[in-house]
């Protein structure tokens, strides 16, 4: 079974920056839709980005992260990672990485949300203004 670890989460004030990391270990396939999700207090989880990783694409973002996130791969490493430039407050909240084998490009992978296989315990984000 696949398994997903997160980390660099943490504190930062409103204009900083974070970047966040997901291990992915003990997958059988090495092609696959991973994103990240984040989830605020009170409200639904979301798709924030997400990657197909046997495509050519270079993710997708959900509106309000575009132009300020960026997601890559480190395949070697089996890493994913989340680079969180110009943080707001409504940033804040727990970020998520989740694997699934049902979608094929990146823009299914970011909106997946119910249909990922596999989620990470998640690794908490708080943007102070």
């Known amino acids: 079974q696949g398994q997903l670890a997160e980390s660099g989460g943490g504190s930062v004030q409103a204009g900083g920056s974070l970047r966040l990391s997901c291990v992915a270990s003990?997958?059988?396939?090495?092609?696959?839709?991973i994103a990240w999700f984040r989830q605020a207090p009170g409200k639904e989880r979301e798709g924030v980005a997400g990657i197909y990783t046997g495509g050519r694409g270079s993710g997708d973002y959900a509106d309000a992260v575009q132009g300020r996130f960026t997601i890559s791969r480190d395949s070697a490493k089996n890493t994913l990672y989340l680079q969180m430039n110009s943080l707001q407050p409504e940033d804040t909240g727990t970020y998520y990485c989740a694997v699934s084998y049902s979608y094929y490009s990146d823009y299914a992978c970011l909106t997946a949300r119910s249909g990922m296989d596999y989620w990470g315990e998640g690794t908490l984000v708080t943007v102070s203004s």
């Open positions: 003990e997958f059988t396939y090495n092609q696959y839709c």
